[in-house]
């Protein structure tokens, strides 16, 4: 697929940065989540909620809600989190064959 195919049928999704009970996470988006007072970033924990659930070319867009704006902590780990998810989407889309709606993908489809 080249990419100029795959930008035209490209998906666009916003994540949105909340703080929730002293904890960095996504809104709307369960299994991840950064404890501002024991800070540790499970990349297992982050694949899994936002990158495994996406089946179509999706570009990642993360956005900060205003109360992480207000503390320090959070806004660095913000940007980390914004810098990391971005580079990634972009990263699968360029390099990612995704299936057209007429291939399946099964048993079948793997050499």
């Known amino acids: 697929m080249s990419s100029e195919g795959a930008s035209s049928a490209t998906?666009?999704?916003t994540?949105?940065?909340?703080?929730?009970?002293?904890?960095?996470?996504?809104?709307?988006?369960e299994g991840?989540?950064?404890?501002l007072e024991n800070p540790e970033?499970?990349?297992?924990?982050?694949?899994?909620?936002?990158?495994?659930?996406?089946?179509?070319?999706?570009?990642?867009?993360?956005?900060s809600s205003p109360e992480i704006m207000k503390?320090?902590?959070a806004v660095e780990y913000y940007k980390d989190l914004k810098a990391l998810?971005?580079?990634?989407?972009?990263?699968?889309c360029d390099s990612?064959?995704?299936p057209t709606d007429s291939e399946t993908v099964g048993e079948d489809s793997i050499p």
Request: aromatic share 8%.
């Open 71 to 73: 503390i320090p902590k």
């Open 15 to 29: 994540l949105r940065v909340v703080l929730s009970n002293g904890k960095i996470t996504f809104d709307g988006v």
């Open 85 to 92: 998810v971005e580079t990634a989407s972009k990263t699968i």
């Open 32 to 35: 991840f989540s950064i404890d």
């Open 41 to 63: 970033l499970r990349l297992g924990d982050l694949y899994d909620a936002v990158f495994a659930p996406i089946e179509v070319p999706t570009s990642l867009t993360v956005e």
């Open 11 to 13: 998906e666009h999704r």
């Open 96 to 98: 990612v064959d995704f």
